[in-house]
């Protein structure tokens, strides 16, 4: 990979005063994570107002943010590779991609290679000359389900406002372990795990988290429900759900336990036990083409090995009720 030069611009927000200009930052940038923002700030590559700042200034809101910075060369975000993903929307400034689980969203530390970026080089090259390859959000590996890249310039500095400032509407389905009885909102701060690095965990001085569930259908101990954020932090829905003691199907690493009812079917069984990933499909986005000025929706379908998962459920509460 080149050096990727990094130019961005915004004005700080009312609602953000009195917050430390480094998490304010990591919040309205969230692909970018706060200790690159608080390098940048040191080493003057990041200016307010057009001067030089402190990573613990307290924002005053309307101020004038800009990044003139370079990310050291390491991994391959160039690489055209063949990999897996369905196109729901192409213009000149973006795409509407469905990712499949499994793959991973950008190059990283053990994911060199085979990543959703690799395939949207293969498909459109010039992607390559723009910052994380128009990457404005991310999957987990393991989460299926629709995503927007920007594919011009200026459609990749818009976009990543429009996420800062929420007004892309996101929408996720999912299965959870146990019951969940009426719909939920879950606010609460993320961090990353004080122990595990790759892990997140709710932590008080973590950033700002919101989630709205709100359950769909309901098995015998299981819960097909919705969840939309407000907010995007790492593993939100997956540290979300399992606060509130409803981890996701297959999600062991947020308390997953293979939860099954009682005297359950054998099908049901052998498809708790072998789904694998957590059972998170992002179904939806909804937002204002940043240049046309359209409003669009785009809606992704289940993937086969979630449907199954849900058609197994189905069966055993039927064969239940029949009991």
Known sequence: MKAEHIERELTIPTECVGLRLDRTLAMLWPDLSRSKIHEWILDKSLQVNGADSKPSYRVRG????????????????ESKEEVPFNLLHEDE???VVEKPA???????????????VNGLISHREELIQLPRAGIVHRL???TSGIMLV??????CTKLTELMARREVSRLYVCVMEGLMEQATEVDLAIGRHVKTRTKQQVRQDGKPARTEFRPLEQFRSHTFAQARLDTGRTHQIRVHASSLSLPLVGDVTYGAKGRLPSTPLPELVDTIRGFTRQALHAKSLEFVHPIFETKLRFTSVIPE??????????RDNVEFLSD
Request: charge should be negative; aromatic fraction near 2%; charged fraction near 15%.
């Open 305 to 314: 090995d979630l449907q199954t998962l849900l058609e197994v459920l189905r």
């Open 140 to 142: 987990d590996r393991d």
């Open 150 to 155: 920007a594919a011009s310039a200026i459609a």
């Open 93 to 95: 400034h973006l795409l």
């Open 102 to 116: 499994g793959v991973v969203t950008h190059p990283g530390p053990g994911n060199e290679t085979n990543t959703l």
């Open 62 to 77: 309307c101020e004038h943010v800009s990044v003139h910075a370079v990310l050291s060369a390491g991994l391959d975000w």
